[in-house]
């Protein structure tokens, strides 16, 4: 019966060891996630600008604040 309980702690410690090492490479994956996102974020935020429609010529910026 002994055995049982001995075989029983070694699979309950292997299986311990496996959860930990998920865990450490889910982190991981989770920290490159964040700081790709905050890649793109800052890459959205400069582009755009970029996409607003160009003005035309003679056309000049309204000052103030606007109600819409």
Known sequence: ???YIIEAFVKMREEMTA???ILQRLA???K???EHDTALFDMYNKLLPLLEPPMEAGEKRK??????
């Open 32 to 34: 490159s996630l964040m």
């Open 1 to 3: 019966m002994s055995v």
């Open 28 to 30: 991981e994956i989770d």
């Open 19 to 21: 959860n930990r090492e």
């Open 63 to 68: 000052m103030g604040f606007s109600a819409d």
